[in-house]
C-alpha cells in the first residue's frame, strides 16, 4: 500500500484559474508572495481533452493543449510542488474515441461493450416500451439511486438507422451525431479495465502523487441493488485499482458523499485509502457562526482516535456539502445553516432532481462566512490544524465573493459557476496586496514550513464550550492553536 507522506498544504484550481493557462499558475507560484508556501497542486480536469460539466467529461486523458503543457508539469516538480489529478472511473463523454467508435461502427465496434446496453443489461429484467428501451420491473428498481430523474439513458442512433438505449448516470444531450454527455463504462470489459490500466500510467507519467477516483461508487452495476456503493463489487473495483496503481507509487483518494451516520468515510479509510473530509466546511461554519467548539472538536479527536488519513477543504469546485453533515450535526442546525448561506446569496442544489432533499450549498466560502475577513483567517487557521492535509481552493485564498453575473450566463444547471470565477492578472496583483490574502499566505506558509506537522506528530484537542485548542508535537518541535468563538480571535504558538 501507497503512504503519502507530504502533508504540505495544496492549491486546488482549473487549469485556467489563476491568469488563464497553468504556465500563467506556475509563474505566480514562483513569485516570493508564493514561495514556502504550497507542497501540492490539485488541478482539476479540463487538464484532459473534455466537453462537459469543467473537465469531468473525458475525451481523454492526454493534456489540453489550449491550457497546459507538459512543460508546465515540470516545472512544477523542478520547485518541489507534486500533483493530485482526476481519474474518472464511471463515465467518459460522448466524444471520446471510444464512444464514437461504437456509433460509426456499430456492432461491428471494438468497444461494443465498453460502455452498457441498457437493454443488454436490463434482458430478462423488465419490458420493452414503443420508445425501443426496456423499462424494468418495480421490485428490481424501487431501491435504485439515480443522480437525475426518469431513467437513465441516452438513446443512440445508429448509422443503420437503429436506436439503442445506453447507460447514461449523468449528463445527456442528444443530437446525433455528435452526442453530449457522460457515458457509464460498462466494468465487465476487458477493454475498460485495460482502459483503466493504461489511463493510470499516462496520469503517472504527468508527475501525479495522488489520484482522485471520481464517481468510482456508480461503477458497479447490478439489477435490483441500489446503484451507489454496490457492495462488496466497489470495494473489489477499487482494490483492482490499486493494484494497478502500486507500480506508480500513486496513492488513490475515492471521492464519495454519504451522510456521516453511515460512517462510509470510515470504512474507506479503514480499508487503506485516503478520505476527504467533506465534513469540516459545514463544521467550520458551524462553530463560527455558533459560538461553539462541541461538534467541530469532537470530529477532530474522532479523525486522531481513529488514525484516519484526510484531506481536508472549505471550499472546493463544487458547492458546500450539507448532505455528508446527517448524523454529525441534528438536523435542525443543518437547516439553520443552508438557511443562512443562503441568505447570504449562496443557492442550494437539490438530489437528483428533487426538491427539500439537500445536498450541497452553492457559494464561495467567503460570502458562506458573510464576507468576514477576521472569520476567514479564522476558518483557515482552523483548517491548517485540523488533521490531515489542508486543500485551498484559489478564490478562497483571494476571498472571491459570490459570482451571481456567472450564474446568469451559465444558464439553467449553471449554479456551480458561482464559485468558479477565473481571475485576471490584474485581479491577482490587486488581491496580493490585501491584508486577507498575506495573512492567508502567511497562515499556510507556517503549515508548511513548521516541523511540528508531520505524520508523527503528537494531536490533541481540547474544547470547552466556547474555546479550542490543537497542538501538533514531536521530538523536534510544537505549534499550538487556541480559538475563542466567543471573540472570534484566534492565536499560534
Not at 473534455?50 to 491550457?67: P, T
Not at 427539500?356 to 475577513?373: C, I, K, R
Request: glycine share 6%; hydrophobic share 40%.
Amino acid at each position: 500500500m501507497v503512504i503519502y507522506m507530504n502533508l504540505k498544504p495544496m492549491l486546488n484550481a482549473y487549469p485556467d484559474s489563476l491568469g488563464g493557462t497553468l504556465g500563467d499558475i506556475v509563474t505566480l507560484l514562483k513569485k516570493d508572495d508564493m514561495k514556502g508556501v504550497f507542497g501540492s497542486f490539485y488541478i482539476l480536469p479540463s487538464l484532459y481533452h473534455s466537453d462537459l460539466d469543467r473537465g469531468f467529461s473525458v475525451i481523454d486523458y492526454d493534456i489540453n493543449e489550449e491550457l497546459a503543457e507538459r512543460d508546465d508539469l515540470e516545472a512544477l516538480k523542478e520547485v518541489g510542488i507534486d500533483l493530485k489529478l482526476d481519474f474518472i472511473l464511471n463515465h467518459a463523454s460522448a466524444q471520446s474515441p471510444q464512444f464514437k467508435d461504437l456509433v460509426e461502427k456499430g456492432d461491428a465496434s471494438e468497444y461494443k461493450n465498453f460502455f452498457i446496453d441498457w437493454n443488454a443489461f436490463w434482458e430478462g429484467y423488465g419490458s420493452m416500451t414503443e420508445e425501443g428501451y426496456i423499462q424494468p420491473d418495480e421490485t428490481y428498481i424501487k431501491d435504485m439511486f439515480f443522480r437525475k430523474p426518469g431513467l437513465p439513458i441516452l438513446m443512440v442512433q445508429f448509422p443503420d438507422g437503429t436506436k439503442r438505449p445506453y447507460w447514461n448516470t449523468f449528463y445527456q444531450e442528444e443530437h446525433y451525431p455528435q452526442y453530449l454527455g457522460q457515458m457509464d463504462l460498462d466494468i465487465r470489459s476487458a477493454k475498460v479495465w485495460d482502459f483503466y490500466r493504461e489511463t493510470l500510467a499516462k496520469i503517472a507519467s504527468y508527475g501525479a502523487s495522488i489520484v482522485r477516483l471520481d464517481a468510482f461508487a456508480y461503477a458497479p452495476k447490478a439489477p435490483g441493488r441500489k446503484n451507489f456503493l454496490n457492495e462488496p463489487e466497489t470495494w473489489d473495483l477499487l482494490e483492482q485499482i490499486r493494484m494497478y496503481a502500486e507500480p506508480y507509487e500513486l496513492t488513490l483518494l475515492p471521492e464519495i458523499h454519504a451522510a456521516y451516520e453511515e460512517h462510509i468515510y470510515q470504512t474507506v479509510a479503514e480499508k487503506g485509502y485516503m478520505t476527504y473530509d467533506f465534513f469540516l466546511p459545514g463544521l467550520v461554519i458551524d462553530a463560527i457562526e455558533n459560538k461553539r467548539s462541541k461538534y467541530l472538536a469532537a470530529w477532530a479527536k474522532e479523525l486522531v482516535e481513529k488514525k484516519i488519513n484526510t484531506v481536508n477543504m472549505l471550499g472546493c469546485h463544487d458547492g458546500i456539502p450539507m448532505l455528508d453533515l446527517k448524523g454529525i450535526l441534528p438536523e435542525e442546525d443543518i437547516q439553520k445553516l443552508i438557511a443562512l448561506i443562503v441568505d447570504r446569496g449562496g443557492m442550494v442544489k437539490n438530489l437528483h432532481g428533487q426538491k427539500n432533499v439537500y445536498y450541497q450549498v452553492n457559494a464561495t466560502y467567503f460570502s458562506a462566512l458573510g464576507e468576514s475577513e477576521q472569520k476567514l483567517l479564522l476558518a483557515r487557521a482552523i483548517q491548517i490544524f485540523m488533521p490531515g492535509k489542508p486543500q485551498v481552493w484559489y478564490l478562497d485564498l483571494f476571498a472571491g465573493k459570490n459570482d451571481h453575473e456567472a450564474v446568469k450566463e451559465a444558464g439553467e444547471g449553471g449554479h456551480k459557476e458561482i464559485n468558479r470565477t477565473n481571475l485576471t492578472d490584474i485581479q491577482i496583483r490587486q488581491g496580493l496586496q490585501t491584508d486577507v490574502v498575506q495573512k492567508q499566505l502567511e497562515l499556510l506558509r507556517f503549515r508548511s514550513t513548521s516541523r511540528a506537522f508531520t505524520e508523527d506528530a503528537d494531536i490533541q484537542i481540547q474544547s470547552d464550550g466556547r474555546k479550542l485548542m490543537i497542538r501538533w508535537s514531536n521530538s523536534a518541535a510544537a505549534a499550538q492553536l487556541d480559538v475563542d468563538f466567543e471573540t472570534g480571535s484566534f492565536v499560534i504558538s
